[in-house]
């Protein structure tokens, strides 16, 4: 049986770009992967790991023959990246993406024959492609952020893709896409922030580190990412980053308020408890493949 594609492209080689290539390669989704990366130490390693069997320093006509193409750059970058990709890009190939906020990368994605954005639900503080392995995709969340302009059957691909993958595809608009990931991804990533700052700057930081148990580590592991990527990420969203952070100015002043009200409390901590027990719980290999 051949593979869905001949040569796929991924365009950054970090824990997604990474991952993404090795599940396409242990689901015998790609013939052939090509990896791009402006540092030859990272596109070294990706050889050596088994992430790629070709790899590039420099864009070019080689990116004309590719069936798929996964941009998977820090999402800061990825709007110049596209810009300096639509002249070597072909008209066959199915572009997608990975990154984390949609508005600017679709909007600017549009110079391209064939788009459809993606955004797999699935990560580590643990960044760099030494760190990437296929399971980290399984079940996960991928939403795909499709416009006005996507074609349906780009669409029913990328939805096709993302299941053989072993994730499920969601599909939203881009800027509903946006909002809610301020919420749930990058919010979470401001509060870990803010939480380690307040031991940094007190006086018994040192006691406090030594204290700090689960509860605090649980909260926190966020923080222990790039920080240079998560502040692409969050920097990039900040109209609806400001919006989440408003609300949760709120939500923190009647935690605040019911504090002489330990009945209202109590119902508050019982809404976030049902809250939290909801969340679904994903399964991932327990090994990397």
Same mark, same amino acid.
């Not at 809610?180 to 509060?191: C, E, G, M, T």
């Given at each position: 049986?051949?593979?869905?594609?001949?040569?796929?492209?991924?365009?950054?080689?970090?824990?997604?770009?990474?991952?993404?290539?090795?599940?396409?390669?242990?689901?015998?989704?790609?013939?052939?992967?090509?990896?791009?990366?402006?540092?030859?130490?990272?596109?070294?390693?990706?050889?050596?790991?088994?992430?790629?069997?070709?790899?590039?320093?420099?864009?070019?006509?080689?990116?004309?023959?590719?069936?798929?193409?996964?941009?998977?750059?820090?999402?800061?970058?990825?709007?110049?990246?596209?810009?300096?990709?639509?002249?070597?890009?072909?008209?066959?190939?199915?572009?997608?993406?990975?990154? $984390?906020?949609?508005?600017?990368?679709?909007?600017?994605?549009?110079?391209?024959?064939?788009?459809?954005?993606?955004?797999?639900?699935?990560?580590?503080?643990?960044?760099?492609?030494?760190?990437?392995?296929?399971?980290?995709?399984?079940?996960?969340?991928?939403?795909?952020?499709?416009?006005?302009?996507?074609?349906?059957?780009?669409?029913?691909?990328?939805?096709?893709?993302?299941?053989?993958?072993?994730?499920?595809?969601?599909?939203?608009?881009?800027?509903?896409?946006?909002?809610?990931?301020?919420?749930?991804?990058?919010?979470?990533?401001?509060?870990?922030?803010?939480?380690?700052?307040?031991?940094? /700057?007190?006086?018994? /930081?040192?006691?406090?580190?030594?204290?700090?148990?689960?509860?605090?580590?649980?909260?926190?592991?966020?923080?222990?990412?790039?920080?240079?990527? $998560?502040?692409?990420?969050?920097?990039?969203?900040?109209?609806?980053?400001?919006?989440?952070?408003?609300?949760? /100015?709120?939500?923190?002043?009647?935690?605040?308020?019911?504090?002489?009200?330990?009945?209202?409390?109590?119902?508050?901590?019982?809404?976030?408890?049902?809250?939290?027990?909801?969340?679904?719980?994903?399964?991932? $290999?327990?090994?990397?493949?």
């Amino acid at each position: 049986m051949r593979p869905r594609y001949g040569r796929v492209g991924v365009f950054g080689v970090g824990l997604l770009g990474g991952s993404v290539a090795l599940a396409l390669k242990s689901r015998f989704l790609a013939a052939e992967i090509h990896a791009y990366d402006r540092d030859p130490a990272v596109l070294e390693a990706a050889q050596g790991l088994g992430v790629a069997d070709r790899v590039h320093t420099e864009l070019g006509d080689w990116i004309a023959g590719l069936d798929l193409a996964v941009l998977a750059a820090p999402v800061g970058t990825m709007p110049a990246l596209i810009e300096a990709i639509r002249p070597h890009a072909g008209e066959a190939t199915l572009f997608t993406d990975v990154g $984390s906020v949609k508005g600017p990368v679709v909007e600017a994605a549009r110079a391209l024959p064939r788009f459809v954005g993606g955004h797999p639900m699935a990560g580590s503080e643990r960044a760099g492609v030494e760190n990437a392995h296929a399971g980290l995709l399984e079940n996960a969340v991928w939403v795909l952020t499709p416009t006005e302009a996507t074609d349906p059957a780009d669409l029913e691909e990328a939805e096709a893709l993302v299941s053989e993958l072993g994730a499920y595809p969601l599909v939203l608009d881009p800027a509903l896409h946006d909002r809610l990931v301020a919420r749930v991804s990058h919010l979470p990533y401001l509060l870990a922030v803010a939480l380690n700052l307040l031991v940094a /700057r007190d006086e018994k /930081r040192d006691l406090l580190m030594f204290l700090a148990a689960g509860g605090f580590r649980d909260l926190t592991r966020v923080a222990s990412g790039s920080p240079r990527m $998560s502040r692409d990420m969050v920097v990039e969203n900040r109209a609806a980053v400001r919006r989440a952070l408003s609300d949760l /100015r709120k939500a923190l002043d009647e935690l605040e308020a019911s504090l002489d009200e330990p009945e209202r409390l109590l119902r508050l901590a019982e809404e976030a408890k049902r809250t939290r027990d909801a969340l679904a719980v994903v399964k991932r $290999s327990l090994l990397p493949v």
